[in-house]
C-alpha cells in the first residue's frame, strides 16, 4: 500500500472567504489528474483573517448560551458566603473529578500543546508523570486534614498551625501567582483568536472575561463547579473529534498505522527520554521528580483547585474525584499531543504555511524583509516537493521490507523537517525584524490554523466553542479562588473581622467582579513566552516550591513554629526570584522540589537556632 499525497476529489474543500476588518484570505486549489492538494499561497493571496459561517456562529454561540444559562440555573439558590465561596459540598466523585480537570485544562491546553505535538512529538507527555503520585499522596495525607477542619480555603489551615501572618503570606503568595496565570488563561485564547479574526484585542479579552465573570458572580464556586462538568464533556468530545477529523483529511490509503509510521520516521513519536539534564525541561527525572512537587503545590495548595474537591460531599467523593484527574489526565495529555502530530502528518502532504501566524505574515508586507521572506516561502515549497519523493520511499520501503530503503527514507526526512525548521527559525527572525513589536512565535498558531482552513463548516464553530469552554473553565475557578482567597484569608481576617455573613457575601461578590476586571486589564499588556502551556508552568515553579514547602512544614515538621517558617519562606522566595530571573529559566520545574526543599530546611535551622537563642 503506498503513500500518496492528494485529497479526494469527492471530498473538496470549502472554504468562504470574507473580508474583515483588513485583508481577505484566498487558497489556491491545484489540480493533477484529477486529483488536488491544497496549497496556502503568498502573502496577498494568504491574508490575514477569517471570518466563519452562520452556522459556524449559531454553534459557537449556542454552546457558550447553553453554559452560562446551565451555570446560573445549578447555582440559583446561593445564599450565604460560604456557599458562594466553597459551594454547597455536595458535589460526586465524577463531578470533582471533570471540575479539576477542566481547571487545568485552559484554552491553552488545546491551543498550545497540539502546537507542542506538531514541533516537538510527544515528549512533552512526560511532564505528567509525576500527576498519578501526587494524586496518591494528596488522597493519603492531606486531604484527611482539610476534610477534618473542614477550611473553607487552604490557607485557613495554616493560621491554625502557625498564625495569622502565616496565612497572610501564604494568601499572598497564591494571589500573585494565580492573578498572573489567570491573566494568561485570557490572554493566551484572546491574543490568537484576535490575530485570526482581527479582533482588537480589548475587547477580545473583554469577550473571554465577561460571561465568566456574569455566572460566576452569580452562583459563586457552585456554578464553577457545575459550568466546568458540562465544559469538560464538551472538551472532550471535542479533542476526540479533532482527532478524528484530522486522521479524515489524511489521503486514501493514509490510516492511524500508517500516520503513525510516518510520525515516527519523523522523530516525533518519542515519548520517554531517560537522559538527564538539568536544563532539559521534558525527561523523565523531571517529569517524575520536578513535575510532582508542581502538582502536590498545584492540586494540594492552590485554592483553585482546592476549592474543586472542597465542595465535595465527603471525603471519599474528593478521593475519587482526585484520582480520577491523575488516572486520566495523562491519556488526555497524550490525545492532545497526537493531534498536533496527526496534524503535522497532515501537512506532510499539504502544503502548509511557512509562518502559521497569518497577522505576522502580513505585517512582513511592504518592508525591506518581504522579498527575504518570499525566498524563504519558496525554498519551503521545493522542500514540499521533496519529501513527497521520500514518503513514496518511505511506503515503499515498509511495504516491501526493505529496511536500508526505509532507514534512507527517514534519514531524509529528519533531514528535511531540520531544514523546515531552519527555514522557520530564519521566517521568524525576518517577522521580528519587520515589526519589532510582534512575538516571532507561532507554535500556538498551528492547531488553529488547521481548524479554520481545514475543518467543515458548523465543525469549526464546535471546535472553537471547545476553546473558549477550557478557557472559561480555567477563568473561572481562578477568578472564584481569587476571590475566595481575598475575602476569606485577607479581608475577613485582617481589615473586616467581625461582620454579619451577608456582609461578606457582598463582599464575595464584588470581589468576584474586581478581580475579573483586574485580570482583563492585565492581559491586555501580557507578552508572549516561548510557549504558552511553558509560561503557566514557569510562572507556577516561581512559588509553588514555597508554597508547598510552607505546607509540608506545616504537615510533617510538628516542631517548627510559625516565625521559623517565616523567614525561611521568605528566604526561599528571593533566592528562587534569583535563581530564575538572574541565572536560568530552562529548568523551572527544578525550581518546585527546591523551593519545597529549602522552606524545610531553613525552617528547621531557623526553629533551632531561635530556640537557642
Known sequence: ??????????????????????????????????????????????????????????????????????????????????????????????????????????????????????????????????????????????????YRLRVTTAYEYLEQRFDLRMRTLTAVLFLIQRGMAAAISIYAPSIILSAVFGWNLAFTNFLMAVFVVIYTTTGGSAAVSRTQELQMTIMLGGLVLAFILVLQKLPPGIGLPEAWQIADASGKTQILDWSFDWNDRY??????????????????????????????????????????????????????????????????????????????????????????????????????????????????????????????????????????????????????????????????????????????????????AMIFCASWSTTASEISALAATSVSDVYRRSFMPGRDDNHYFRVSKLATVIWGGIITVFAIYFDLFDNLIQAVNMIGSIFYGTILGIFFTAFFLKQVGGKAVFWAAVSTQAIILWLFFGVSKDPFLWYNPLGCGLVMGLGWIFEKLLKRS
Open 283 to 464: 525527561n523523565v527525572w523531571s517529569g517524575v521528580l520536578g513535575a510532582t512537587f508542581l502538582f502536590l503545590s498545584y492540586f494540594g495548595t492552590d485554592q483553585s483547585q482546592v476549592g474543586r474537591y472542597l465542595s465535595g460531599k465527603s471525603l471519599n467523593e474528593s478521593r475519587f474525584g482526585l484520582l480520577f484527574n491523575g488516572f486520566v489526565k495523562i491519556p488526555m495529555q497524550f490525545l492532545v499531543l497526537s493531534v498536533g502530530v496527526m496534524v503535522f502528518v497532515f501537512y506532510q502532504f499539504n502544503q502548509s504555511p511557512l509562518h502559521f501566524n497569518q497577522a505576522n505574515r502580513a505585517k512582513v508586507e511592504g518592508t525591506g524583509q518581504e522579498a527575504a521572506f518570499r525566498q524563504l516561502e519558496g525554498r519551503a515549497d521545493e522542500l514540499f516537493v521533496q519529501k513527497k519523493a521520500v514518503l513514496d520511499d518511505l511506503a515503499t520501503g515498509l511495504k516491501t521490507g526493505d529496511t536500508a530503503l526505509s532507514d534512507k527514507a527517514r534519514g531524509d526526512l529528519q533531514n528535511l523537517e531540520k531544514q523546515r525548521n531552519d527555514l522557520r527559525q530564519q521566517a521568524s527572525g525576518l517577522v521580528k525584524v519587520a515589526a519589532p513589536a510582534a512575538d516571532p512565535n507561532d507554535k500556538d498558531y498551528i492547531f488553529i490554523n488547521f481548524i479554520l482552513n481545514h475543518i467543515p463548516t458548523g465543525l469549526i464553530g464546535l471546535m472553537l
Open 1 to 146: 500500500m503506498g503513500l500518496v499525497y492528494f485529497h479526494r476529489a469527492d471530498r473538496p474543500y470549502y472554504l468562504f472567504v470574507f473580508q474583515v476588518i483588513v485583508s481577505n484570505v484566498f487558497i489556491k486549489r491545484h489540480s493533477f489528474a484529477g486529483k488536488y492538494f491544497i496549497k496556502n499561497t503568498g502573502p496577498g493571496e494568504r491574508g490575514d483573517h477569517i471570518l466563519m459561517q452562520t452556522l459556524d456562529w449559531i454553534v459557537l454561540v449556542g454552546t457558550l448560551g447553553l453554559i452560562v444559562i446551565y451555570g446560573l440555573w445549578k447555582s440559583r439558590n446561593i445564599d450565604s458566603s460560604e456557599n458562594f465561596l466553597a459551594g454547597k459540598r455536595d458535589l460526586p466523585w465524577w463531578t470533582i473529578g471533570l471540575s479539576i480537570m477542566a481547571t487545568q485544562a485552559s484554552a491553552i491546553t488545546f491551543l498550545s500543546t497540539p502546537g507542542q505535538g506538531y514541533s516537538d512529538g510527544m515528549q512533552f507527555v512526560q511532564y505528567y508523570f509525576g500527576m498519578p503520585i501526587a494524586m496518591i499522596f494528596l488522597c493519603v495525607f492531606v486531604l484527611p486534614v482539610y
